[in-house]
Structure formats: structure tokens, C-alpha cells
């Protein structure tokens, strides 16, 4: 039997979920490398930049 698209649905679903653990795990590890990181930041008008792991915040307070 030919493959439906049912069946072509469910496995881009299940990519997707994949995908998705994938960057919530990627996301956690950038948390912990910016919070462990000794931030070097380049001030622009209106946000920093850290240099060394990218860390960005506004500086309109």
C-alpha cells in the first residue's frame, strides 16, 4: 500500500517534536553558558551586547 498523507503528516509531527526537544535543550544550554559567562559587553545606543556569548539587554529603562 502506497504511503497517505496521513501517514506523511504524522511523521513530519513527530520532526516536529523532535526539533522542538532539540531546541529547548539548546536553548538551556546557552542559559547556563551566558549565566556562568563574564560578560564583555559592547554598548550600542539603546542595548549591550556581551562580545563573548552574546547576551543582549536594552538599556531603555
Known sequence: MAPTYIDEI???KEEIDCLQQRIQ???GKINRIQLQCKHIFLETTGMRTCQKCGFTES???
Open 59 to 61: 538599556t531603555y529603562y
Open 25 to 27: 535543550y539548546l536553548q
Open 10 to 12: 504524522k511523521k513530519l
